[in-house]
């Protein structure tokens, strides 16, 4: 049996590193594990994501995967190299493939930086980057409101609009040329952050070059996807069930496999 790549996130988000993986390794099979039930993980403290990442990397464990992709931001932040030494797998986060795109596009070295308040306090995204380049000047900002409209289907609307405007209003008086969506569901408004922070401001997403990163990493350990089985994903969510598949199915632009997953004992 094929052994699948394993992307977790609190939501949607990581769909769109699961969209680009597809695309990139289209023999890889993915699972997918989305925790809509208790999404946004933003506003809550590290050590309750770590418990959710963890519960969920348990979940996913039963499906003998060959890597684990953490595709949140803020998970990545608050538990990435807890579950690598936990499990004996390769766990990929989010956050080192953006802020290594992100370097690879600056022209003036000033580049931003929006997530959820989880990810801003973490301060990992700066640590990446001056890791990288000690002359980059960082600006980030927390933006809280964005990730519960990508929950709700909300991506091209006034509200939409207006929620973005609202939100960027402080980066947008920095002189950056790059601007990290630093959350994966903040891709699903990329139309609405590009009309605000105009044509001179590239947006950089992690999914790219995460999905390169996985690429690298199975190719180094012999075991990308051979054969010409066209994989069948599977998906799974902890919340509303009728608007995963709604969303999901709009994105990735299939049908989809979804099972829903009900957490016993659940911290909501």
């Known amino acids: ?25 289209p023999r890889e099979k993915v699972i997918y594990f989305g925790d809509t039930a208790r999404t946004p993980y933003g506003p809550r403290t590290p050590e309750e994501v770590r418990l ?6 348990d979940y996913l464990i039963q499906f003998n995967p060959k890597m684990i992709v953490i595709a949140c931001n803020t998970a990545t932040a608050a538990a990435l190299d807890y579950i690598a030494s936990k499990i004996s797998i390769p766990v990929i986060g989010v956050i080192r493939p953006g802020a290594r795109a992100a370097i690879s ?17 973490s301060g990992a995204y700066p640590a990446a980057l001056k890791e990288l380049s000690p002359y980059i000047h960082v600006v980030s900002e927390a933006c809280p409101t ?7 289907g909300v991506f091209d609307t006034q509200e939409t609009a207006e929620v973005v405007r609202d939100a960027l209003k402080e980066i947008k008086q920095n002189n950056i040329d790059c601007l990290i969506l ?33 690429s690298t990493v199975l190719y180094q350990k012999g075991q990308l996807a ?3 089985e066209t994989p069948i994903h599977q998906f799974f969510c902890s919340g509303d069930a009728e608007m995963f598949q709604s969303i999901a199915c709009e994105w990735l632009g299939e049908h989809i496999n979804l099972t829903p997953v009900v957490w016993q004992n659940p911290v909501l």
């Open 1 to 25: 049996m094929q052994q699948a790549i394993a992307i977790l996130d609190s939501g949607v988000g990581g769909l769109t590193v699961a969209k680009e993986v597809m695309r990139q390794l």
């Open 52 to 57: 959710f990442t963890e519960q969920i990397v």
């Open 105 to 121: 596009a600056t022209k003036t070295g000033h580049i931003g930086v929006i997530g959820t308040a989880g990810t801003i306090q």
């Open 146 to 152: 964005l990730v519960p409209l990508v929950e709700r």
């Open 182 to 214: 630093g959350c994966t569901h903040y891709p699903f408004l990329k139309k609405a952050i590009q009309l605000e922070m105009g044509p001179k401001v590239k947006l950089i997403s992690s999914a790219d070059e995460t999905a390169r990163e996985i």
């Open 226 to 228: 051979r054969g010409e």
